[in-house]
């Protein structure tokens, strides 16, 4: 039995290690490192290996993990039960950390922090400048404090979501730090249900007047 359970290990192991990025993988990640306009050619070739290697590692774990392998239950925070979305993010978020470490060490070493964080903008198809500039569109006035603390709650879903496969894997990351900054919000003394509500009607009211103006 003892030699069935190492071989089984075994066989697991070599899978894992035989996942290697495919074309449409190493194509998407060249041309994320030619944005960068590095002009090292050595540079970019070690660069594009971690990105697609990362992506690799995603896809995979993604594939071989979907939302079916989490029980349907429910959500111990509201009660609700768990959408295929929340057993997705659950079954995906279970990604060895050791991935993201890889990723994030292998991208530290040749690029600086800006240029690591365009990277991280190219995963999540630049989510975090997209939506500060709707907090900016809501509440008029917002400080400084409020600007850095929202910006610092969108980084960290950003470098959360470049471990999820799909434009709505990385959308439902983000919800979970909007909802944090609106809670945020609301603790600072703002009611985001009644700023959120004045934007609407505000959209609302420009495109009624943009109709009568033609």
Not at 109 to 117: G, I, N, P
Not at 134 to 160: F, M, S
Request: charged share 25%.
């Amino acid at each position: 039995m003892k030699h069935v359970t190492l071989l089984l290990l075994l066989a697991a192991t070599l899978t894992a290690g035989a996942q290697t990025p495919d074309s449409s993988t190493e194509k998407r990640a060249a041309s994320w490192v030619a944005s960068l306009q590095l002009n090292d050619a050595a540079k970019e070739a070690r660069i594009t290996t971690v990105i697609a290697t990362h992506l690799t590692r995603v896809r995979d774990w993604n594939n071989e993990h979907p939302y079916t392998t989490v029980p349907a239950g429910i959500d111990p925070a509201t009660g609700k039960p768990l959408s295929a979305m929340d057993r997705t993010i659950i079954a995906c978020s279970a990604l060895p950390h050791t991935a993201h470490d890889s990723l994030m060490a292998g991208l530290r070493k040749d690029l600086t922090e800006d240029q690591v964080e365009l990277i991280l903008d190219k995963y999540t198809i630049g989510k975090v400048a997209f939506t500060l500039n709707g907090y900016k569109a809501i509440v008029h006035d917002l400080t400084p404090q409020e600007e850095a603390t929202i910006l610092a709650n969108l980084k960290q879903a950003r470098e959360q979501a470049v471990d999820f496969k799909n434009v709505k894997e990385v959308s439902a990351i983000f919800e979970i730090y909007k909802t944090k900054n609106e809670q945020y919000l609301n603790s600072n003394g703002r009611n985001w249900h009644e700023l959120f509500k004045a934007y609407v009607n505000e959209q609302k009211a420009k495109k009624a007047a943009a109709k009568q103006g033609k």
